[in-house]
């Protein structure tokens, strides 16, 4: 990585950081709506905020964008984030999963899940759009695979978003090879270091149990990082991309990661690092 991205990196990760965590300040201080409409319970009957959600969002973008991302970030994190926020704030629980949205739509009826599997696929079509512009190699069908990636990636990190610092381990983890292996435009290196920065903004009421991404942030997280993977890859990684994203997709239709992740060494003890002593898994209606 050359020194101007390497600056370019560390700046969009100083002030995701700083910018997530002054969003969530402000949010607690003054919350639109009342806390009431940003306040969930988990399973254990404990309150807790869907804040970190729009902090974890305005601080990743305003990284990004510092960082020289350009408008593929923004379209990428705010619009993910919109469609999050319209299932946390007014949707409801009757319907789970992608099988379960689906079937609700075959019925004629329309929820807010609906509504956000087709909002994601715009934005992330949208995203691979802007960011495919200007490179000649890039056809339609290439476009068409890295906005199912962008869409599927931030499906992913809601499905993720189950238990205190989860989802934003996975991001913090994706991140670091992004960053370090960054090459072309500042795209990549700026988007992917902006979502880690905010993610270390928000981490520590993340894994207390005070807040959660909801899916406002987890959905915005997951565009963020897909919209980094897809401007570092070219056809056949975004293919690569698309399969895993799918796979996960429908296996988690199936199985349960939680399940998955605790019966397996390694994949536990990392998912309950740095968690308070008696963790408080995500629950209730925000969660998915």
């Known amino acids: 990585m050359t020194r101007r991205r390497r600056v370019s990196a560390i700046g969009a990760c100083c002030i995701g950081a700083f910018c997530s965590l002054t969003t969530a300040a402000l949010l607690k201080a003054r919350p639109p709506g009342g806390v009431d409409r940003w306040t ?3 399973h254990a009957g404990r309150p807790i905020t869907l804040f970190e959600g729009p902090a974890y969002a305005v601080g990743a973008v305003a990284g990004a964008l510092a960082g020289g991302a350009g408008a593929p970030a923004a379209v990428a994190g705010l619009g ?3 469609f999050g926020a319209l299932d946390d704030v007014v949707g409801d629980s009757s319907s789970k999963g992608l099988r379960g949205h689906l079937a609700s739509a075959r019925r004629g009826e329309v929820t807010t899940g609906t509504i956000k599997i087709v909002g994601l696929g715009v934005t992330g079509l949208l995203t691979a759009w802007i960011a495919d512009r200007s490179s000649e190699r890039a056809g339609a069908m290439t476009t068409l695979v890295g906005g199912a990636v962008i869409a599927g990636s931030a499906n992913i990190a809601n499905l993720l978003d189950l238990r205190p610092g989860r989802a934003l381990k996975v991001v913090l983890l994706l991140a670091v090879p992004i960053v370090a292996g960054g090459r072309g435009t500042h795209l990549p290196v700026a988007t992917a270091g902006a979502a880690a920065g905010a993610a270390i903004g928000v981490l520590p009421d993340d894994l207390a149990g005070r807040s959660m991404l909801g ?8 565009a963020l990082i897909g919209t980094a993977l897809v401007a570092r890859t070219g056809p056949r990684g975004r293919l690569v991309a698309l399969a895993v994203v799918t796979a996960l997709t429908l296996a988690s239709e199936r199985v349960s990661f939680t399940k998955v992740i605790e019966s397996t060494p390694g994949l536990r003890e990392l998912d309950a690092l740095g968690r308070s002593p008696r963790p408080s898994p995500h629950g209730g209606p925000a969660a998915r």
Do not use: P, Q
């Open 40 to 42: 969930r319970k988990n």
């Open 80 to 82: 993910a984030c919109a």
């Open 215 to 222: 899916d406002t942030g987890a959905n915005s997280a997951g």
